[in-house]
T-cell receptor, first 115, second 108 residues
Framework: GAVVSQHPSRVICKSGTSVKIECRSL??????MFWYRQFPKKSLMLMAT?????????EQGVEKDKFLINHASLTLSTLTVTSAHPEDSSFYIC???????????FGSGTRLTVV | RKEVEQDPGPFNVPEGATVAFNCTYS??????FFWYRQDCRKEPKLLMS???SGNEDGRFTAQLNRASQYISLLIRDSKLSDSATYLC?????????FGKGTRLHILP
């Protein structure tokens, strides 16, 4: 089946630094990828839709300059949390959609802690 | 109003009992519907898609009522391993939108 690899699984960074999270589709081409954030005991909140070769579409309330998304190929999307602050600490998960609109596959998530 | 709403939970249920989860969605343009399972500190995993005709997979039965914009999941003969958070999700404009989830604890 479709596999999405997300890296790193866990990262601790200092306040003010930037962190890049990668999401790769391993055995299929992902025309679209999605980035979610989940705070403890809260729902998965869609942050943005990443489209290969074009700008990402951000959900209302998500700062595009803070959460930079790049989808330069059909198998890789990256999310960069810029100038991270402790309130950015969260579980970030990517999801990829290939040619099958029902085939949404999730990465294993990245737990970000900003100290 | 949230786009996808679920029972707040948590549900504490004895092993072997039947558990029912309910979910409503607000956007009538939603195109497809799903139940996901999420274990603690893990990514969500697709449990089953939900169709208007209803569908069953072993101990799990899902139902969709488009007129009422209501989705349900029934787990029969619950097992300890069913303990998890169950997320209702809808596909709207090719985006998956999740409910907050309902935590289920199966008690031995």
């Amino acid at each position: 089946g479709a596999v999405v690899s997300q890296h790193p699984s866990r990262v601790i960074c200092k306040s003010g630094t930037s962190v890049k999270i990668e999401c790769r589709s391993l055995d299929f081409q992902a025309t679209t990828m999605f980035w979610y954030r989940q705070f403890p005991k809260k729902s998965l909140m869609l942050m943005a839709t990443s489209n290969e070769g074009s700008k990402a579409t951000y959900e209302q309330g998500v700062e595009k300059d803070k959460f930079l998304i790049n989808h330069a190929s059909l198998t890789l999307s990256t999310l960069t949390v810029t100038s991270a602050h402790p309130e950015d600490s969260s579980f970030y998960i990517c999801s990829a959609s290939g040619t099958d609109r029902y085939g949404y596959t999730f990465g294993s998530g990245t737990r970000l802690t900003v100290v | 109003r949230k786009e996808v709403e679920q029972d707040p939970g948590p549900f504490n249920v004895p092993e072997g009992a039947t558990v029912a989860f309910n979910c409503t969605y607000s956007n009538s343009a939603s195109q497809s519907f799903f139940w996901y399972r999420q274990d603690c500190r893990k990514e969500p995993k697709l449990l089953m898609s939900v169709y208007s005709s209803g569908n069953e997979d072993g101990r799990f039965t899902a139902q969709l009522n488009r007129a009422s914009q209501y989705i349900s999941l029934l787990i029969r003969d619950s097992k300890l391993s069913d303990s998890a958070t169950y997320l209702c999700a809808v596909n709207r404009d090719d985006k998956i939108i999740f409910g907050k989830g309902t935590r289920l604890h199966i008690l031995p």
